[in-house]
């Protein structure tokens, strides 16, 4: 069923709230809440938490169906950081979390999604300050 043919007053929102919550608390500075009922937010991705280290960035944007956690979110990334990172890199990205998201089904996996990200671009930063050093 589409969202749009929803009753969104029906729905149980606390197990979205309660990992949106999570995810602020985890990244108090790099998340943000877009669209309430159904949820949409964008978490910034970095490389590194140390900012002089930080040369790779992404943004994750999640649009959460009201299934969640039984169905998986669609999700997009932006490339903020264009130097190091091409389109097709994010297009395989998108693809791993996706599968992660379909692995995790009926389970909060935002958190496991993010972490997944920063991984795959914590090794190429690792590359890129190995350069630099």
């Known amino acids: 069923m589409d969202d749009d043919q929803i009753d969104t007053?029906?729905?149980d929102w606390e197990e979205q709230e309660a990992e949106l919550e999570a995810l602020e608390v985890i990244f108090p500075d790099e998340f943000k809440i877009t669209a309430r009922k159904p949820?949409?937010?964008?978490?910034?991705?970095?490389s590194n938490a140390d900012v002089e280290e930080n040369h790779l960035k992404m943004l994750l944007k999640?649009?959460?169906?009201?299934?969640?956690?039984?169905?998986v979110p669609f999700m997009l990334l932006?490339?903020?950081?264009?130097d190091y990172l091409d389109n097709a890199m994010?297009?395989?990205?998108?693809?791993?979390?996706?599968?992660?998201?379909?692995?995790?089904?009926?389970?909060q996996m935002m958190f496991n999604v993010c972490e997944?990200?920063?991984?795959?671009?914590?090794?190429?930063?690792?590359?890129v300050l190995g350069k630099f050093n």
Request: glycine letters at 6%; a negative charge; aromatic letters at 8%.
């Open 116 to 127: 997944h990200l920063r991984e795959r671009i914590a090794e190429i930063n690792d590359k």
């Open 62 to 71: 999640v649009e959460l169906a009201v299934d969640y956690p039984h169905s």
């Open 9 to 11: 007053a029906a729905v």
């Open 90 to 107: 994010l297009d395989g990205y998108e693809t791993e979390i996706r599968e992660l998201g379909a692995e995790q089904l009926g389970e």
């Open 78 to 82: 932006t490339n903020l950081s264009p």
């Open 39 to 46: 949820y949409k937010f964008e978490i910034q991705i970095n």
